[in-house]
Protein backbone atom coordinates (compact mmCIF):
# COMPACT_ATOMS: atom_id res chain seq x y z
CA UNK A 1 0.00 0.00 0.00
CA UNK A 2 1.48 3.26 -1.22
CA UNK A 3 2.17 6.34 1.59
CA UNK A 4 0.40 9.87 1.31
CA UNK A 5 2.60 12.63 2.43
CA UNK A 6 1.38 15.99 2.32
CA UNK A 7 4.44 17.58 0.59
CA UNK A 8 2.47 21.41 1.14
CA UNK A 9 2.92 21.28 4.67
CA UNK A 10 1.49 24.58 5.75
CA UNK A 11 -1.55 24.06 3.71
CA UNK A 12 -2.23 20.43 3.99
CA UNK A 13 -1.72 20.51 8.13
CA UNK A 14 -4.07 23.18 8.27
CA UNK A 15 -6.64 21.04 6.15
CA UNK A 16 -5.86 18.13 8.50
CA UNK A 17 -6.32 19.93 11.49
CA UNK A 18 -9.81 20.92 10.31
CA UNK A 19 -10.92 17.88 9.60
CA UNK A 20 -10.04 16.66 13.13
CA UNK A 21 -12.05 19.23 14.65
CA UNK A 22 -15.03 17.88 12.28
CA UNK A 23 -14.46 14.85 11.65
CA UNK A 24 -12.96 13.24 14.61
CA UNK A 25 -14.10 9.77 14.45
CA UNK A 26 -12.02 9.71 10.65
CA UNK A 27 -8.67 7.89 10.86
CA UNK A 28 -5.55 10.20 10.04
CA UNK A 29 -4.77 8.28 7.19
CA UNK A 30 -8.06 9.32 5.61
CA UNK A 31 -8.00 12.55 6.74
CA UNK A 32 -4.24 12.83 4.60
CA UNK A 33 -6.01 11.15 1.64
CA UNK A 34 -8.83 13.56 1.96
CA UNK A 35 -6.35 16.24 2.30
CA UNK A 36 -4.11 15.26 -0.79
CA UNK A 37 -7.48 15.28 -2.71
CA UNK A 38 -8.14 18.41 -2.20
CA UNK A 39 -5.14 19.99 -2.90
CA UNK A 40 -4.84 18.06 -6.13
CA UNK A 41 -7.91 19.08 -6.79
CA UNK A 42 -7.28 22.68 -6.66
CA UNK A 43 -3.79 22.24 -8.14
CA UNK A 44 -5.93 20.90 -11.39
CA UNK A 45 -8.63 22.82 -11.57
CA UNK A 46 -10.65 19.92 -12.75
CA UNK A 47 -12.89 16.86 -11.53
CA UNK A 48 -10.84 14.56 -14.27
CA UNK A 49 -9.69 11.46 -11.69
CA UNK A 50 -6.71 10.99 -13.83
CA UNK A 51 -5.34 14.67 -13.67
CA UNK A 52 -6.63 14.71 -9.92
CA UNK A 53 -4.10 11.75 -9.62
CA UNK A 54 -1.20 13.28 -11.39
CA UNK A 55 -2.08 16.21 -9.10
CA UNK A 56 -1.19 14.44 -5.94
CA UNK A 57 1.42 15.34 -3.77
CA UNK A 58 2.78 11.85 -3.41
CA UNK A 59 5.65 9.44 -3.73
CA UNK A 60 3.34 6.88 -5.52
CA UNK A 61 2.63 6.49 -9.03
CA UNK A 62 -0.18 8.03 -10.45
CA UNK A 63 -1.84 4.36 -11.27
CA UNK A 64 -1.62 3.54 -7.51
CA UNK A 65 -3.26 6.94 -6.62
CA UNK A 66 -6.03 6.76 -9.26
CA UNK A 67 -6.71 3.23 -7.53
CA UNK A 68 -6.78 4.04 -4.44
CA UNK A 69 -9.08 7.42 -4.75
CA UNK A 70 -11.14 4.60 -6.97
CA UNK A 71 -11.72 2.45 -3.87
CA UNK A 72 -12.16 5.53 -1.62
CA UNK A 73 -15.09 6.57 -3.54
CA UNK A 74 -16.43 2.58 -3.87
CA UNK A 75 -16.13 2.13 0.00
CA UNK A 76 -16.23 4.99 2.12
CA UNK A 77 -19.37 7.29 2.61
CA UNK A 78 -18.30 10.77 3.41
CA UNK A 79 -20.89 13.71 3.84
CA UNK A 80 -19.43 15.95 0.91
CA UNK A 81 -21.77 18.95 1.45
CA UNK A 82 -19.64 19.22 5.04
CA UNK A 83 -16.31 18.70 2.87
CA UNK A 84 -17.14 21.47 0.55
CA UNK A 85 -18.42 23.57 3.39
CA UNK A 86 -14.52 23.37 4.81
CA UNK A 87 -13.29 23.97 1.99
CA UNK A 88 -15.00 26.91 1.26
CA UNK A 89 -13.54 28.12 4.89
CA UNK A 90 -10.17 27.19 4.14
CA UNK A 91 -10.04 29.26 0.48
CA UNK A 92 -12.13 32.32 2.33
CA UNK A 93 -8.65 31.98 4.89
CA UNK A 94 -6.38 32.62 1.66
Known sequence: MATYQ???LNKG???IENLQTHLPKVHKSMRKFITLFVLALCKVKTVNIDKIASGFDS?????AVKKRMQR?????????QLIA?????????H
Do not use: G, H, P, R
Open 6 to 8: VKS
Open 13 to 15: KEI
Open 59 to 63: KASTA
Open 72 to 80: FFNTYFMDY
Open 85 to 93: LQVVIWTKK
